[in-house]
């Protein structure tokens, strides 16, 4: 079965300051990836989907952006963060067929 | 636009309780529906997951119920034990579209006491 790895698991970052967030995935080739944010208390918001190397969909307008570099590999990425931008970032990804989803543990970032 | 809501946001029960918690979400042509737990500061871990055509799941002691005419599931724990407390999320995705865009509910938080 696959399985996501997410990193750095917690971030602390001062306002403008750049992001970098990276989510691999095993154990699966060409998946469609996704980042998802949850905010406090709150369901998850689906931010960006990829479906190959170079591929990305946005769902909603915002200071982020995304990058595939390689076939299991999904970067979050930002030049210059807003308080706005924490909460709790997480990568998902469908098993083909069925689509259930899974998920990776999670990037915490907190801007100050 | 799909919206799912999840009541009761928060349920606080004794152990050995059996109980139900509620999904409802407004477009019913849903492709699949997918029950997940949250531990605090985790990610999510997948329970079950309910293909459009299908009407239940059952593991273990949980069991969920769609019906999509009505736009409502349920997942049913039995036995309540304190290991079951968690956040509980639902999540639809729409047939046609990318296997992975679902929409969240904010989730019920349940509190098993021993």
């Known amino acids: 079965s696959q399985t996501i790895h997410q990193w750095p698991a917690t971030l602390v970052q001062p306002v403008g300051s750049p992001l970098s967030l990276e989510c691999t995935v095993e154990?699966?080739?060409?998946?469609?990836l996704y980042w998802y944010r949850q905010a406090a208390g709150r369901g998850l918001q689906l931010l960006f989907y990829?479906?190959?190397?170079?591929?990305i969909s946005s769902e909603v307008p915002q200071n982020l952006s995304a990058s595939r570099p390689q076939d299991r590999q999904f970067i979050l990425s930002s030049k210059k963060l807003l308080l706005s931008d924490s909460g709790f970032y997480l990568c998902?990804?469908?098993?083909?067929?069925?689509?259930?989803?899974?998920f990776g543990e999670g990037s915490r970032l907190t801007v100050l | 636009k799909q919206e799912v809501t999840q009541i009761p946001a928060a349920l606080s029960v004794p152990e050995g309780e059996n109980l139900v918690l509620n999904c409802s979400f407004t477009?019913?042509?849903?492709?699949?529906l997918q029950w997940f737990r949250q531990d605090p500061g985790k990610g999510l871990t997948s329970l079950l997951l309910?293909?459009?055509?299908?009407r239940e799941q059952t593991s273990g002691r949980l069991n969920a119920s769609l019906d999509k005419s009505s736009g409502r599931s349920t997942l049913y724990i039995a036995a309540s034990q304190p290991g079951d407390s968690a956040t509980y999320l639902c999540?639809?995705?729409?047939?046609?579209?990318?296997?992975?865009?679902?929409?969240f509910g904010d989730g019920t938080t349940l509190t098993v006491k021993p």
């Open positions: 477009d019913s042509a849903i492709y699949n």
């Open positions: 998902a990804c469908p098993l083909t067929g069925s689509g259930e989803l899974f």
């Open positions: 154990g699966t080739s060409n998946p469609n």
């Open positions: 309910i293909q459009s055509s299908q």
């Open positions: 999540a639809v995705s729409l047939p046609g579209t990318n296997a992975g865009k679902s929409t």
């Open positions: 990829s479906v190959g190397i170079g591929q």
